[in-house]
């Protein structure tokens, strides 16, 4: 063979593999992420979020503004489904502060104990209704500050009350919504504190009570923990953070290797 037709060959094969790349990247799908500007971006996922859950309704059983509080409470660290199996249990026996001092933190304990964490959860529970005996006469205050003041009650648990019982304009974030917020490109935040701060700049006050419940319906159903495939995500696939989605596509071709 002339040194003509070894380059002709080399020259073949190579013309065959930039097209097989160049037919590769026109089936590739880039989030339009790379396009979208936070707050026009904000605004396309809230409307997809309105439209899946136009009237979500807080994800655990609850009468009134104490027995939320307690649920919110045990949920830390918690399905809000295990948390619905224990409260009729807890509630049955005790749905009031007055009901729930009755109790011993020994009793109480052993009732929650299916939501982990049950030592310092039946303390916290049992210590929290005798403060609302004494100060606010067994009603549970409605404004941040005070709820916060509360044993086992941090900030999420009282944005959580505060906005779903008492209407008042909070967003609770989470380490899933965090999660969420991160993978929608909404924050890069570090920790909770930074993307409740950056979620509030992004939508109005008047939906993020709304907002809150909505992120955590659609992360179960569409955007989970674990096994989540971005391109077939209603949102990751069309606004989903560039970063996220580069590090799911590297990691699929490791698993093909």
Not at 179 to 197: C, I, M
Not at 236 to 252: K, R
Request: proline fraction near 6%; glycine fraction near 4%.
């Amino acid at each position: 063979m002339t040194f003509s037709c070894i380059r002709n060959t080399k020259l073949l094969i190579l013309y065959f593999i930039i097209e097989s790349l160049a037919n590769q990247f026109k089936k590739m799908k880039f989030p339009k992420s790379t396009t979208y500007l936070p707050q026009k971006k904000a605004n396309a996922i809230a409307k997809i979020l309105k439209e899946l859950y136009p009237k979500p309704a807080v994800p655990l059983d609850y009468k009134d503004a104490y027995t939320l509080l307690v649920s919110v409470l045990l949920s830390a660290q918690c399905t809000d489904k295990r948390v619905n199996q224990v409260t009729p249990i807890l509630f049955e026996e005790a749905d009031t502060p007055n009901k729930m001092v009755q109790l011993t933190t020994e009793q109480i304990k052993s009732i929650i104990r299916p939501c982990g964490l049950s030592n310092n959860k039946s303390k916290a529970i049992h210590r929290l209704s005798e403060i609302l005996l004494e100060k606010y006469s067994g009603e549970v205050p409605d404004k941040m500050e005070l709820l916060e003041e509360l044993p086992g009650v941090g900030h999420k648990t009282a944005s959580v009350v505060v906005s779903q019982y008492f209407g008042q304009p909070a967003f609770p974030v989470d380490t899933h919504i965090h999660r969420l917020a991160y993978r929608w490109g909404l924050s890069s935040g570090k920790n909770v504190v930074q993307t409740e701060k950056d979620l509030k700049a992004l939508f109005p006050k008047k939906n993020w009570n709304d907002l809150h419940i909505q992120i955590i319906y659609f992360g179960r159903e569409y955007c989970p923990a674990r096994g989540h495939n971005p391109l077939e995500c209603p949102i990751c696939s069309q606004y989903g953070n560039i970063e996220y989605l580069d590090e799911y596509l590297e990691e699929q071709e490791m698993k093909e290797k």
